[in-house]
């Protein structure tokens, strides 16, 4: 099988890699024909070009693989090669969630495979999991740590008593934060990965904008100290839930109770539980992020195409409800007063702790609060 890259950068040169160096029979069926860089500085061997035509008009390219990152041109890029009866794998889950209903419909009508393991949970097979669980049973619920920068940045506040902005810059520094950092920080990235998740788990697409979304980005010390004497860790968690007509999907920092499993996931690593109803609670683990744990995930989805067993996803328009699930809230805020009628216990001169009230109602308070510097976290202790 012949493959197209689209970008050399931290996950297309672990692709390369794994693919040059024909480890396994499998991967001895596949061969990178074509490479596209950017910048003719970057071009370091013959298959690399500047011209995505080169790719687009190589009828021997069966699979495109797009590991650019953005927006445009990869949406392009990709449509004009389904269109063309090539194959897609992409680790773009920005892109994917943004034209996620164009690109199945386009899948569908040139019958091609669109692949995406890479876009959650880096090399943990979290997309392959929920395909196998579907289809069997009902998926319920998913939850879990799926953002590695972030859950880095919470590690080290709960080991020191370091700033939020320190740990952001040493994050930057190894690596793990891009230089600008909000999609991470504000959630953005969990949300596209609940997304992804929940297109996939229940066979439904909403807008991304639905999905209520709270980051890290006010996180203080004060905040840790709570949750610490809580005996509890905070971590961000995306949450998605099938309920009978409808579904809640959330970004939300947690307190959660340090014996449950998902504080003991510490620095850059995901884990993300799947419940179903014959399987239960499952958990899966692992690097969900880095070079080659990615491209793993990459090369999985092309050994897929190559064995002729990819999945097809359906979807109609779900409804989000966020009304439903009801949860005691953390909130540290300027403008406390905006929370008067749901305050439960206060905390300090800006922090309380809310009574049991709906997500859907404490959201609408912190949009009324209008607090840039607000931060909030679900207690579940
Ligand atoms: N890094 C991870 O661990 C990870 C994990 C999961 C998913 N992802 C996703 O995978 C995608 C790629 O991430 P990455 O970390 O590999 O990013 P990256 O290191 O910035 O690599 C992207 C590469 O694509 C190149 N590129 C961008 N536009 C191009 C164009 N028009 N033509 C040719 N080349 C182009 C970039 O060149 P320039 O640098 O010259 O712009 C860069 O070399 C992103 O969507 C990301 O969210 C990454």
């Not at 080169?54 to 090669?81: K, Q, R, S, Y």
């Amino acid at each position: 099988m012949k493959i197209g890259l689209l970008g050399h950068g931290v996950v297309g040169s672990g692709v390369r890699q794994i693919i040059d160096t024909q480890l396994t029979s499998d991967i001895k069926k596949l061969e990178i024909k074509k490479i596209l860089v950017k910048d003719e500085s970057e071009i370091t061997d013959d298959r690399m070009t500047l011209q995505y035509e080169d790719i687009l008009n190589d009828d021997e390219i069966d699979v495109v693989v797009e590991c650019m990152g953005g927006l445009e041109p990869a949406h392009t890029f990709i449509t004009d090669a389904m269109k063309k009866g090539k194959h897609i794998v992409t680790s773009n889950k920005k892109m994917f969630a943004t034209y996620y209903t164009e690109i199945m419909d386009l899948a569908k009508e040139n019958n091609v495979a669109v692949m995406y393991e890479a876009t959650c949970g880096g090399g943990i097979a979290w997309i392959d999991a929920l395909n196998r669980t579907k289809k069997v049973d009902n998926i319920l619920e998913i939850s879990g740590i799926f953002n590695g920068t972030t859950n880095y940045i919470l590690t080290k506040m709960h080991e020191s008593d370091v700033a939020f902005r320190d740990v952001l810059k040493d994050a930057q520094n190894l690596g793990y934060a891009e230089a600008d950092p909000s999609d991470d920080i504000d959630g953005l990235d969990a949300r596209y990965k609940i997304a992804i998740s929940s297109y996939t788990a229940f066979n439904q697409h909403f807008p991304i904008e639905n999905v209520i979304c709270y980051g890290i980005r006010n996180l203080q010390q004060q905040d840790v100290e709570y949750a610490k004497k809580l005996n509890a860790t905070i971590k961000l968690l995306a949450t998605a839930r099938k309920n009978e007509n409808s579904l809640e999907e959330y970004v939300m920092p947690n307190m959660i109770s340090n014996n449950q499993m998902l504080a003991q996931v510490s620095n850059n690593f995901n884990a993300i539980t799947c419940e179903s109803n014959t399987l239960g609670s499952a958990l899966y683990y692992g690097q969900g992020a880095g070079s080659l744990p990615t491209a793993h995930a990459v090369v999985q989805d092309i050994l897929i195409i190559e064995n002729g067993n990819p999945s097809t996803n359906t979807y109609e328009e779900g409804i989000i409800d966020n009304q439903i699930h009801r949860g005691k809230y953390y909130v540290r805020t300027k403008r406390p007063i905006v929370f008067k009628d749901i305050i439960e216990e206060e905390i300090s001169e800006d922090a309380f702790l809310t009574k049991e009230v709906s997500l859907f109602e404490i959201h609408l308070a912190c949009v009324t609060a209008s607090d840039d510097s607000l931060f909030i976290a679900e207690v579940n202790v």
